[in-house]
Nanobody, 115 residues
Framework: QVQLVESGGGLVQAGGSLRLACRASGNTFRINAMGWYRQAPGKQRELVALITVGGNINYADSVKGRFTISRDGAKNTVYLQMNSLRAEDTAVYYC?????????WGQGTQVTVSS
């Protein structure tokens, strides 16, 4: 089993920045990738950014150039640095990780960007 805990959400003005963190615990040695998803009201949950154990990174087109995902393997923590935030980025952000056998989700952290 893997447990995920997110932190760093909050309220920020458009153009500002936030840094999200997600710490994994449990059988973390079985994790092959960690990522961030978000879900805005009335919309599907969508991939924001993903990083694999091997260091490969993928971003959604809507955040590319503004967001940066990184991982501290020793701390089993993944970060999402969000710059130049827009009102459209307002959503609940969820940490996600995969093992060979299961998918795990954090509880979510609210990010609200004011105009």
């Amino acid at each position: 089993q893997v447990q995920l805990v997110e932190s760093g959400g909050g309220l920020v003005q458009a153009g500002g920045s936030l840094r999200l963190a997600c710490r994994a615990s449990g059988n973390t040695f079985r994790i092959n990738a960690m990522g961030w998803y978000r879900q805005a009201p009335g919309k599907q949950r969508e991939l924001v950014a993903l990083i694999t154990v091997g260091g490969n990174i993928n971003y959604a087109d809507s955040v590319k150039g503004r967001f940066t995902i990184s991982r501290d393997g020793a701390k089993n923590t993944v970060y999402l640095q969000m710059n130049s935030l827009r009102a459209e980025d307002t959503a609940v952000y969820y940490c996600n990780t995969n093992t060979l056998k299961a998918t795990y989700w954090g509880q979510g952290t609210q990010v609200t960007v004011s105009s």
